[in-house]
């Protein structure tokens, strides 16, 4: 195959097309950009619905009700009015509250009292239990959404979690999904207080339309406003995220167990606080200078809307005094133009406040819209059981998104079924990219990986992976128990007492869960109570029998045993080549001595195979593979 460039984000051999990149915004949303982001409301209304039908309707039905309790309240509050005027009118006169009573006068004005009181107890009732359906369905909402994006992380490329544009757009969903239930009420919301709106303003059409058309003209600068700041507030989160990343990290690695040591050691807590305060200082400024400018301009362009009403209410008292009002219209036209004032307000700064999230919903939805390149086929080819010929590297280059320099380039070898084979060479040579090509972490920008014949592309990815038992240098030590910890292996046999015991036994990290007092279901860690903690060669032997739990075909040891002695990595290299019988392994490791035992050694430099042979075979050619083992061997005379 030629050898020609490609580019860091170009497509792979699979013709999957060029990753895509999170949208950039060097300024704040346009206008256009706000309206735009509506089309978010839609998807994000029927996965709320999809949450839960029953509180959604409830929540819906509960409003309507409540809608409409605004102005029955305060038409009956002028009724109020005008019966008391009425019975004062009459000039009646009682000598106590019994005699008034008996009279039978001030029966409708009762009435009228015990309507409103019912009306106000109905009303906090119905706010109290939309309040209880929103939190239900906010916290199902967000736990939803919390699987559902944890569930598409899981089918996203490795590339996308090394990328440091996706992790930030990873980092802006992970917010959304806690961040935008409120959302929920306020979509809600502004539909009850629309229906409240209309209500008032049927009520007052009957006496002054042109009032209505006068308030809200007066609420348009104020709205205008309000978008304007909420877009400003939108691009400055959306700019800071790899700063906020950077806060969260510094605060994680001043504050663990995991960092605590080197902490110390180093006294290195001045220069994380001073690094924080540095990073939390500037981000709280131009927060400041954004809330400053708001409340300025705010206040302002709100007084406006203020002006309006008062020119109402001036008006309104005017038709009273000339006697066109009774003193109850007085009340009910006052309070209905306070009210409706403030509805306006609310919906017209709401409906901006509800554009400008729409924005946060891009973060989420386009998070969701990321396709892995790395996918199975339509038809994948039957996965051969067992493995007959083994794997082939047909002129393989890869490298890393946005490097410059391949990772490998030319790499050409055979692994063959049941061949013990190791990968030696120094660091960045290549070793562990061409495991992550073996398990289809990634694939190959030129050439082809075979199994059996088939481009690994051809069969399934999932199964590919089943029949592959790795364990990276940088094995993950999870917060669980020491059960746990090796049954995570073969999640589908996490119950399985017994293949775990054999999978520590086979690991030689039986004598590890014999030192805990809970054994097995001891939990190790820091992170929570009643955690032990590890030595990393403990940890490493874990890590090593979780490989065991797989009953794969292809067994792969990338520098787990970092952590032990010359002798006892000695031990478990030797032990898996034992349990290796029959099943394709490979081993990688910087002691040139422990993977003497192998079937065949393949020497990596610079992402090419520079030699290839048995231990005695390399040292007899007394290359770059004899010359690393004297260095090694000077080191233990």
């Not at 001043?254 to 540095?278: D, H, M, Q």
């Not at 088939?454 to 940088?474: C, H, K, P, S, T």
């Not at 090796?486 to 999640?491: A, P, R, S, T």
Request: proline share 4%; glycine share 8%; charged share 25%.
């Amino acid at each position: 195959m030629a050898d020609t460039a490609i580019p860091a984000s170009g497509k792979d051999s699979g013709g999957n097309g060029p990753k895509p990149q999170p949208s950039q915004r060097s300024n704040k949303p346009s206008m256009r950009e706000r309206f735009d982001a509506m089309r978010n409301l839609p998807p994000f209304l029927r996965q709320i619905w999809a949450t839960s039908p029953g509180l959604t309707l409830l929540g819906i039905g509960l409003r309507l009700v409540r809608a409409l309790l605004p102005i029955v309240t305060l038409y009956i509050g002028k009724l109020i009015i005008d019966e008391a005027v009425r019975l004062v009118d009459l000039g009646l006169r009682f000598d106590s509250i019994p005699d008034a009573w008996r009279s039978g006068q001030l029966d409708h004005l009762l009435w009228l009292l015990v309507a409103e009181f019912a009306l106000a107890i109905l009303s906090d009732l119905l706010g109290r239990m939309v309040s209880y359906a929103d939190g239900l369905l906010s916290e199902l909402f967000n736990n939803a959404t919390s699987i559902r994006l944890m569930e598409h992380a899981a089918t996203l490329d490795l590339e996308d979690f090394e990328d440091p544009d996706l992790q930030d757009k990873l980092e802006r969903a992970r917010r959304q999904t806690m961040g935008r239930s409120n959302l929920m009420s306020q979509l809600f919301g502004q539909a009850q207080d629309a229906i409240t709106v209309i209500s008032f303003g049927a009520g007052l059409l009957v006496y002054a339309p042109w009032l209505i058309v006068l308030l809200a003209i007066a609420l348009v600068p104020a709205f205008v406003g309000e978008s304007h700041f909420n877009a400003a507030g939108y691009s400055l989160n959306f700019h800071w995220t790899p700063e906020r990343r950077q806060l969260e990290y510094i605060r994680q690695a001043g504050a663990s167990v995991e960092t605590a040591k080197e902490v110390k050691i180093f006294n290195l807590n001045r220069f994380l606080i001073e690094r924080y305060r540095t990073l939390a200082t500037k981000f709280y400024l131009a927060n400041r200078a954004l809330a400053r400018r708001r409340a300025v301009w705010g206040t302002l362009l709100a007084a406006l809307g203020t002006l309006g009403y008062y020119v109402a209410y001036a008006y309104i008292c005017w038709r009273t005094v000339r006697g066109d009002f009774s003193i109850g219209d007085l009340t009910f036209l006052a309070g209905s133009f306070r009210r409706l004032r403030q509805l306006l307000e609310g919906l017209l700064i709401g409906f901006s406040q509800v554009a400008g999230q729409a924005l946060y919903l891009d973060d989420l939805f386009s998070f969701f819209e990321i396709e892995p390149e790395i996918r199975s086929p339509a038809n994948p080819a039957p996965f051969p059981k067992p493995i007959r010929q083994g794997f082939v590297f047909d002129d393989v280059g890869f490298r890393y998104p946005d490097a410059e320099r391949w990772a490998v380039r030319n790499l050409s070898f055979e692994l063959k079924a049941g061949e013990v084979l190791a990968l030696v060479g120094e660091n960045g040579a290549g070793k562990t990219t061409l495991v992550k090509l073996l398990a289809r972490l990634y694939d190959p920008d030129e050439g082809r990986i075979l199994l059996d014949g088939r481009d690994l592309r051809d069969y399934d990815i999932d199964e590919l992976r089943a029949n592959i038992g790795v364990i990276f240098q940088d094995f993950v030590r999870y917060n669980l128990t020491a059960g746990e910890n090796i049954g995570v292996g073969q999640i589908d046999a996490m119950d399985d007492r017994e293949r775990i015991r054999h999978a520590a036994e086979r690991g030689m990290a039986d004598e590890v869960v014999a030192s805990l007092a809970k054994g097995y279901e001891q939990p190790i860690g820091r992170r929570f109570k009643d955690g032990v903690d590890l030595s990393g060669g403990q940890w490493q032997k874990i890590a090593i029998a979780r490989a065991y739990m797989r009953d794969a075909q292809v067994m792969i040891l990338d520098e787990p045993t970092a952590a032990l002695d010359a002798r006892a990595e000695y031990e478990v290299f030797q032990r898996f080549k034992e349990l290796s019988d029959e099943r394709t392994a490979v081993l990688i490791s910087h002691r040139f001595s422990s993977v003497r035992m192998a079937d065949r050694i393949l020497v990596l430099n610079e992402g090419r195979v520079e030699a290839s042979g048995t231990h005695e075979q390399l040292m007899a050619q007394g290359g770059r593979y004899a010359e690393l083992f004297e260095l090694q061997a000077a080191g233990y005379r």
